[in-house]
């Protein structure tokens, strides 16, 4: 009877369960750890302390020492277990029976009649139609006369809609496909080129067409600006068994690059300064 011996074992399974006591809230979630207390202190523990002790003294959490192995204790004190956190909000609508047995309406409150602005315009306009022209007569016909502006005219705020085609197409417009075969064949870089030499060749245009002006003629200004002083050039003494020595370091590539280095430096001998004509840091 392999089949009687199953269902009695399951029987035995639903009963133990049926037995089984549920936990409660407080028991899968406890509370936090409340503050040591001078009671909670044993022989051996972190916080043992010797003297007078004071439950302030584990209040504090430059003081308690967290325990080897178990959580750090706070120092806060906190309400005991039957205390209920958050806001307790006392249900004063009825429930759902309430809100399916009626509706409750917003019931609008009177509002204060505003008062209405003076039209200006029209007792301006009235004022001259009945000759009265100096700002004491204005003063007695707008107390004589009182006209207000309509809440119904809503001229100045009422703007007409814009005028449409009748096949105009709303939302943004569709960016342009991009011209691939324009890029392979660099399409852009020759119509560059092409831009690039009409342009020079409308500066050359135009450059040929400019009016040539007169010849210049030189001044004695001029001739005075240009001209150079020429300069004596002193031979160099050298002692007499050096004379016909040949130089031993020639640092130009040619003789005509040398020529042309010597031409230069008597040209500016004249404006330059020091014994040997050479410069500012050349004196002996």
Not at 128 to 149: C, P
Request: hydrophobic share 30%.
């Amino acid at each position: 009877m392999p089949e009687a011996g199953d269902s009695r074992q399951d029987l035995k399974r639903w009963k133990k369960k049926k037995q089984q006591v549920h936990r409660t809230v407080s028991q899968i979630c406890p509370p936090p750890r409340r503050p040591l207390t001078v009671a909670d202190i044993r022989p051996g523990m972190e916080n043992e302390r010797l003297g007078v002790v004071r439950d302030s003294m584990f209040q504090n959490p430059l003081i308690v020492k967290a325990e080897l192995g178990r959580p750090r204790e706070r120092s806060c004190s906190l309400p005991g277990i039957d205390f209920n956190y958050g806001l307790y909000i006392r249900g004063l609508d009825g429930g759902v029976p309430e809100a399916l047995g009626h509706w409750d309406v917003f019931k609008q409150q009177p509002t204060c009649p505003q008062e209405l602005t003076r039209n200006y315009i029209a007792l301006n306009r009235g004022a001259v139609k009945a000759g009265l022209v100096t700002a004491r007569e204005n003063i007695l016909y707008r107390q004589l006369k009182d006209i207000r502006i309509s809440d119904k005219d809503d001229r100045r705020t009422k703007k007409d809609a814009p005028s449409l085609p009748p096949d105009m197409t709303y939302g943004i417009q569709a960016r342009p496909s991009t011209p691939f075969f324009d890029l392979l064949q660099h399409r852009y870089q020759q119509l560059w080129v092409q831009e690039q030499k009409a342009t020079q060749k409308a500066i050359k245009l135009e450059k040929k067409q400019k009016v040539i002006l007169g010849k210049l003629y030189e001044t004695r200004s001029n001739h005075l600006r240009k001209y150079k002083p020429p300069v004596k050039l002193d031979a160099l003494w050298h002692m007499p068994h050096f004379q016909k020595v040949g130089r031993h370091l020639d640092t130009f590539p040619t003789e005509a690059d040398r020529q042309r280095a010597l031409k230069a430096q008597r040209e500016e001998y004249a404006v330059r300064q020091g014994t040997l004509r050479l410069g500012n840091y050349t004196h002996p």
